[in-house]
Nanobody
């Protein structure tokens, strides 16, 4: 059974930091393209960051220089470190894993940035 379980969401003040984790099971994690997506109320889900099996990273422009995606293949875990948070970062954040036709999602974790 494939599971992607996110943790680490919550409330942060503007300019603050939060770290998200996604623990995967039931997949050959080290082979997967892992990503973080987010969906704000009334908006479409968007890609935030991705990391390949080889460690190459990509980011959407709005988070470049503020967010960092990383992975630990020994722990089957992908991380998203979010710094200098802005109110517009408020959304439900989803972990995603892709390999060929396989496409798996976590249940999502809420991130709220507000003073």
């Amino acid at each position: 059974q494939v599971q992607l379980v996110e943790s680490g969401g919550g409330l942060a003040q503007p300019g603050g930091s939060l770290g998200l984790s996604c623990a995967a099971s039931g997949i050959a994690f080290r082979l997967y393209l892992m990503g973080w997506y987010r969906q704000a109320p009334g908006k479409q889900r968007e890609l935030v960051a991705q990391i390949t099996f080889g460690g190459t990273t990509t980011y959407t422009d709005s988070v470049k220089g503020r967010f960092t995606i990383s992975r630990d293949n020994a722990k089957n875990t992908v991380y998203l470190q979010m710094n200098r948070l802005k109110p517009e970062d408020t959304a439900v954040y989803y972990c995603n894993g892709k390999l060929a036709l396989n496409d798996y999602w976590g249940q999502g974790t809420q991130v709220t940035v507000s003073s």
